[in-house]
């Protein structure tokens, strides 16, 4: 894949450019990814939901309310993303998220180049709706899933498919990603 279409490892990149000092804030994530990206400001805190900070006490909760305010304004279509400075005052150690992003670049190298147009009309509207508020759900999930420790992990995980594949223009990950909500339904089904 050509290096403009390394879509995860510059976002990853980015993301580790920002952690220059000893405390890392929310802005200074956003600023690094950019304002107006509202699909990879989503799959930010998706992809570190699914790691290992998830572990830390109210990130999981921290993360969904930033998936669940990114979702909403993706759905509303707006043209520039606004967060709460609450929010984005938000401060973690740098080292720790510059440490897990550096351990999943390899990961997300091998992604991007197995990603390709393909299945674009789920990444399309009307169908991209879907998927938009699939997110809007699971952000509004997440701190629920605080008392479950990593649980929120599988639901990060499933909104960074979804993300990646809305980014990308990938159907196949947002099947993916859709897949990780409906197999348990089904599984249910089945079971009964």
């Keep these: 894949m050509s290096e403009d279409k390394a879509i995860l490892t510059a976002i990853v990149d ?3 450019e920002a952690t220059h000092k000893e405390q ?3 802005n200074d994530l956003v600023q690094a ?6 699909t990879p400001v989503l799959l930010l805190p998706a992809i570190a939901v699914a790691t290992p900070l998830s572990g830390i006490p109210l990130f999981s909760t921290l993360m969904g309310v930033l998936i669940f305010l990114v979702a909403v304004q993706m ?3 707006r043209d520039r993303l606004w967060l709460p400075q609450w929010l984005l005052r938000r401060q973690t150690n740098s080292a720790r998220v510059r440490s ?3 351990r999943l670049r390899p990961a997300l190298a091998w992604l991007d180049t197995h990603t390709h147009a393909r299945l674009t009309v789920f990444v399309h509207r ?3 709706f879907i998927p938009q508020i699939v997110c809007v759900l699971s952000g509004l999930v997440m701190p629920f899933l605080e008392f479950v420790p990593f649980s929120s992990s599988l639901v990060g995980g499933a909104v ?3 993300a990646f594949g809305m980014l990308a223009r990938d159907g196949l990950f947002v099947m993916l990603g859709l897949t990780v909500y409906v197999s348990p339904v089904l ?3 089945y079971v009964t």
């Design 14 to 16: 980015r993301v580790v």
């Design 24 to 26: 890392v804030d929310i």
């Design 33 to 38: 990814i950019g304002h107006a990206s509202f």
């Design 75 to 77: 759905l509303l279509l």
């Design 100 to 102: 897990v992003f550096q």
């Design 126 to 128: 009307p169908l991209i």
């Design 160 to 162: 960074a498919l979804l």
């Design 187 to 189: 599984l249910m089904f």
